[in-house]
C-alpha cells in the first residue's frame, strides 16, 4: 500500500505507509533493522513495483539510485572503521575517490542544469566572451556553485580546459565557494544531523560540502545520518548486507512464484 506523496526536489514521491501486497516490495533503503520499513531516504520511491515480466534485475531497489547510495555508504563505512584514508601515503587518494563518488551521486548527478540559448547568450553579453580565469575565448558557461541554481550570478564564462581544470580541481574538489555559502551550508547541515554528528563528519579528514540547495543539503544530512548510525540499516552494514542481499531476492523470486 502507497502512503502519502511528499514533494522531493520538486517532483511528487510517494511514500510506504504499510506492508506491501499486490504492489510489490518496500524498497531496502527504507528497511531498517527489524525488518520494519519506516526509514525516510531522499529520493526514494518507497517500492520496489512488480516487473511487467518474470525476470527482474530489480527486486530489491526502486531505483539505481537507491542501490547507489547504499553501495556509498558502505564503502564510507569501511573506509572509516578501517582508517584508510588516513594512511601514508595512499590515503590522500581514498578521500580523493570519497569525495569524487559524494559529489557526483549526492550533488552532481541529480543537479542537471539545461540551460537555454537564451541564458547562455545573456552570460557572454553581461560578463564577455573571455574565460575569467585565463583570457582566451569562452566556450562554456560553468556553475561558480556546483547545485547553486541557474541564477545569473551563479553563471560564468569559461575556456573548456579551465572549465574541466576546476571540476577536477585537486583531485576532485571544486573550486572554492564564497565564504558566505559555506558558513551557511554549514549551520543548516549542523541544524539537520546535530551537532555531534556534524562534528564527526568534519573531523573525519574527508571532506564535506558547500550546499546551496535545500535538496542537497536533506540529501547528504540523509547520507551522513546513515553512516555513522549504530545499529544500521541492514543495507548500509558493510559486513552483512552481502548476503542478506542475496536472501531477500531468493525470497522475492520465490514469492513470485518462478
Known amino acids: 500500500m502507497l502512503g502519502d506523496f511528499v514533494l522531493v526536489g520538486g517532483e511528487a514521491l510517494h511514500r510506504l505507509e504499510l506492508e506491501p501486497a499486490d504492489d510489490g516490495w518496500p524498497c531496502a533503503a527504507l ?15 518507497g517500492v520496489v513495483e512488480w516487473p511487467e515480466r518474470k525476470r527482474s534485475q530489480r527486486l530489491v531497489w526502486c531505483s539505481d539510485y537507491c542501490g547507489e547510495v547504499a553501495r556509498l555508504v558502505r564503502y564510507r563505512r569501511r573506509v572509516e ?32 542544469p539545461h540551460l537555454t540559448r537564451e ?8 560578463k564577455g566572451s573571455s574565460c575569467v580565469v585565463c583570457g582566451r575565448p569562452a566556450t562554456d558557461v560553468d556553475h561558480i556553485v556546483p547545485g ?4 545569473a550570478k551563479n553563471l560564468q564564462p569559461l575556456c573548456a580546459s579551465c572549465h574541466l581544470e576546476k571540476t577536477a580541481d585537486q583531485g576532485g574538489r571544486y573550486a572554492p565557494v564564497p565564504k558566505s555559502v559555506a558558513n ?35 540529501r547528504y544530512a540523509s547520507y551522513i545520518g546513515r553512516v555513522y548510525a549504530d545499529p544500521s540499516r541492514p543495507c548500509d552494514d558493510e559486513k552483512t548486507w552481502g548476503q542478506v542481499e542475496r536472501s531477500l531476492r531468493r525470497d522475492r523470486r520465490a514469492e513470485m512464484s518462478w
Open 31 to 45: 528497511i531498517d533493522e527489524l525488518g520494519n520499513a519506516a526509514f525516510e531516504a531522499p529520493d526514494c520511491l
Open 148 to 151: 547553486g541554481g541557474d541564477d
Open 119 to 126: 541564458q547562455r547568450t545573456e552570460v557572454f553579453t553581461s
Open 184 to 218: 551557511t551550508s554549514d549551520a543548516h547541515l549542523r541544524q539537520a544531523i546535530g551537532d555531534v554528528l556534524f562534528e564527526r563528519a568534519k573531523e573525519s579528514g574527508i571532506g564535506m560540502f558547500a550546499l546551496a540547495s535545500t535538496i542537497h543539503v536533506s
Open 81 to 112: 572503521q578501517e582508517g584508510r584514508h588516513l594512511r601514508v601515503p595512499d590515503g590522500e587518494d581514498v578521500r580523493t575517490v570519497l569525495w569524487r563518488r559524494e559529489s557526483d551521486l549526492l550533488v552532481g548527478k541529480f543537479y542537471q
